[in-house]
């Protein structure tokens, strides 16, 4: 199982990613994730990184497909992985492709999750992410049981530096311009597949399952 997770910011991709990865044992790799522990760890990478992502903007091709080429030879994702977030560029998805090639692999499928304009908006505003174990939590739609508290391992939670109003709208431009022609790109290489990502986050993982079980 080798899948892409596709879609603007807030469409609930990482939260999908987590799903898969307690439903399907196979490692999630989140470039986002990935950079905001550097930034957290502040290392050269973080600081450089930081720009960007406060910014708005994406993190430079050659960084991140670094990173990920370092990531993908690691034992655990021998068996498959879940790439959320990444690649965001068409850049990015040919050193992908030609990554996997070189280790003899393929994607097997890209999921693309489509939402409404507002409600991504209304889901970035009110998210919170625990700082200790990553779990994403919104103030309407999964509220935690302790305002501030994280319910799965008590660490607190904070708000992300690129969640503000101003910022996301930067990030959608971005997304239209430099990810959304990824599309065309899978569905040319015929491993498209759409999820709608309205409704519950159950509901939607339940699109995802269907399309994973269907491989
Ligand atoms: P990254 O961390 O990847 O952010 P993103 O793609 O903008 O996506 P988000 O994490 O904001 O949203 P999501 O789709 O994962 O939604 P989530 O599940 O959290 O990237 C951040 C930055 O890092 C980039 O801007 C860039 O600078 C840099 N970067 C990362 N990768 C890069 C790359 N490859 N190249 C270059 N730069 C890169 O859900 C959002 C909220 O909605 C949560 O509160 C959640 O609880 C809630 N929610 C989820 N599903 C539902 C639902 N069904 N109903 C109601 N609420 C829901």
């Known amino acids: 199982m080798r899948l892409i997770l596709l879609g603007p910011p807030g469409a609930g991709k990482g939260t999908q990613a987590k799903m898969l990865r307690e439903k399907f044992r196979k490692p999630q790799i989140s470039t986002g994730d990935i950079l905001r522990k550097s ?27 670094g990173l990920i080429r370092e990531r993908l030879v690691k034992e655990d994702c021998q068996s498959g ?22 280790m003899n692999l393929s ?11 507002d409600e991504l908006v209304n889901r970035l505003t ?7 174990c990553g779990a994403m ?18 660490g607190s939670l904070y ?21 959304a022609p990824l599309r065309e790109f ?17 509901e939607v993982f339940a699109r995802v399952r269907a399309i994973v079980i269907s491989i």
């Open 126 to 132: 009110g998210r919170s992410t625990c700082s200790d």
């Open 186 to 202: 899978y569905r040319k290489q015929g491993n498209l597949k759409t999820a709608q990502g309205d409704g519950t986050v159950e």
């Open 159 to 179: 708000q992300r530096d690129d969640d503000k109003e101003e910022t996301i709208k930067k990030r959608l431009e971005v997304y239209q311009n430099e990810t």
């Open 137 to 154: 939590f919104h103030k309407i739609s999964r509220p935690p049981l302790k305002i501030g508290i994280c319910d799965g391992c008590g």
């Open 81 to 102: 992985f879940i790439l959320d977030g990444f690649p965001r560029t068409i850049i990015q998805a040919e050193k992908l492709t030609e990554t996997l090639k070189e």
């Open 107 to 117: 994607i097997d499928t890209v999921i693309d999750f489509q939402v409404d304009t």
């Open 39 to 65: 930034v957290q760890e502040d290392t050269a990478l973080g600081r450089k990184a930081k720009l960007f992502m406060n910014a708005g903007k994406l993190v430079e091709d050659d960084v991140v497909v």
